[in-house]
């Protein structure tokens, strides 16, 4: 008689959330303007942070939001 595999059983059920990861093959070179622009704006998306002004999303906002982003919905 054949007994069934038990099932492995999850220790925890962490939130998570999947995302599509795309690969690239070519990415555009950065102007020295461009760079300027966007290391200007991470220094002021760490100041933010450290600032606490954050919004911080719940699962479904972020889900919708991010897909909302990827059909170039939002900018």
């Known amino acids: 008689m054949k007994t069934r595999a038990k099932s492995p ?11 599509p990861v795309v690969t690239m093959v070519e990415a555009p070179i950065l102007s020295d303007e ?10 002021e998306a760490e100041a933010d942070i450290e600032a606490g ?3 911080p999303f719940d699962r479904a906002s972020f889900k919708a939001r991010f897909m ?3 059909r170039g919905e939002i900018e």
């Open 34 to 43: 461009e760079r300027e622009e966007l290391l200007t704006s991470l220094k």
């Open 9 to 19: 059983v999850a220790k925890s059920n962490p939130e998570t959330t999947f995302i």
């Open 68 to 70: 909302a982003i990827c």
């Open 53 to 55: 002004r954050t919004t």
